[in-house]
């Protein structure tokens, strides 16, 4: 069965690094997503992309972040400017086409420590 | 705005009981409703959907519109049950909005 994979598994930067986090969708899926989650809170959305394009983003999604499509395979998630608070498992998702089909396929995370 | 309230943080029962999992939702428009399920060291997965109003491994959810809750029941856990699991209702926008979560923890 195809699934979301994330690379890589665990990142540590420093403080006011730039950091890539990478995730390959399932291939026929359109919908993407990245969502993160603090330790000890709970996920939270972060941004959806579509069609080349940010489709919606949470207000934790500033200037500090960006979300890109290289090729027909990636979807990676930059964060600029690393922040201690930016310390979170992030997770990236996909969905294929249809309305009624809402269901995500979440990848295993990467989790981002900020030192 | 939207919201979730799955107000417990931690569900501890005996194998073979009842379980119930809370979730209220406070959301606009006609949502759709999912419960996700995270297992150790697994990723998330989707347990089931109200839509498709199904029983996956024994558990089912009723949408109750009026209640605005979305619990999920079991009759009689497993070992094999005890995860995190995640309330989440979806939009148009499709984007998951989810609750904090409740840890069960299912002992023998």
């Known amino acids: 069965e195809p699934e979301v994979t994330q690379t890589p598994s665990h990142q540590v930067t420093q403080m006011g690094q730039e950091v890539i986090l990478r995730c390959v969708p399932i291939?026929?899926?359109?919908?993407f997503y990245w969502y993160r989650q603090i330790l000890g809170q709970k996920v939270e959305f972060l941004v959806s992309?579509?069609?080349?394009?940010?489709?919606?983003k949470s207000e934790i999604f500033d200037d500090q972040f960006s979300v890109e499509r290289p090729d027909g395979s990636n979807f990676t998630l930059k964060i600029r400017s690393t922040k201690l608070e930016d310390s979170a498992m992030y997770f990236c998702?996909?969905?294929?086409?249809?309305?009624?089909?809402?269901?995500?396929?979440f990848g295993p995370g990467t989790r981002l420590t900020v030192t | 705005a939207q919201r979730v309230t799955q107000p417990e943080k931690l569900l501890s029962v005996f194998k073979g009981a009842p379980v119930e999992l809370k979730c209220n939702y406070s959301?606009?428009?006609?949502?759709?409703l999912f419960w996700y399920v995270q297992y150790s060291r697994q990723r998330l997965q989707l347990l089931l959907r109200?839509?498709s109003r199904e029983s996956i491994k024994g558990f089912t959810a009723d949408l109750n519109k009026g209640e605005t809750s979305f619990h999920l029941k079991k009759p009689f856990a497993q070992e094999e049950d005890s995860a995190m699991y995640y309330c989440a209702p979806t939009g148009t926008a499709s984007k998951l909005t989810f609750g904090t979560g409740t840890r069960l923890q299912v002992t023998l």
């Open positions: 291939s026929n899926h359109l919908y």
């Open positions: 959301y606009s428009g006609s949502p759709e």
């Open positions: 109200h839509i």
């Open positions: 998702a996909s969905r294929n086409r249809g309305l009624l089909n809402y269901e995500q396929y």
């Open positions: 992309f579509y069609n080349n394009e940010i489709s919606e």
